[in-house]
């Protein structure tokens, strides 16, 4: 058994309260002020090893962002990121299974989904966004 630091302990726990978003390691250290910021880093790329988060690089001028992994399945289908609020939806979706059968099948391509992040805005933001 694996002995659990209190900052591990710590760091886990808010990501697994906050499962459904996805966050930059300045937002974990304004959250987790109480963590060192070499400390974080280290835990970060200890969950990343382990696999209790994942990595996303949203693009070339862009912070890393990291995710809590609920389950082992994040392979499995799509992703769908907030840009206002930072929500995180995993996209279980019949069209979607379709869509990548299709493409391996006719196109000879196999699409790795663990990295594909589709970005626009969720209900909650949608309906904010129209008042």
Known sequence: MKYKTK???QLEKYLINHADRHFTINELQDELK???????YR???KFIEE???RKYIIGPNSSCCFQYVKDNHCE???HL?????GKLIHLHCDEVSHLLN???DEHNFRIDTSRINLYGLCEEC???VAR
Request: with cysteine; glycine share 4%; net charge negative.
């Open 102 to 104: 299709h493409i391996e």
């Open 7 to 9: 900052h591990s302990y």
């Open 81 to 85: 990121i907030c840009e206002r609020c």
């Open 126 to 128: 949608l309906k904010e």
């Open 43 to 45: 835990l970060i790329d």
């Open 34 to 40: 109480d963590i060192p910021v070499a400390t974080l």
């Open 51 to 53: 696999g209790k988060i």
């Open 76 to 78: 499995e289908h799509f």
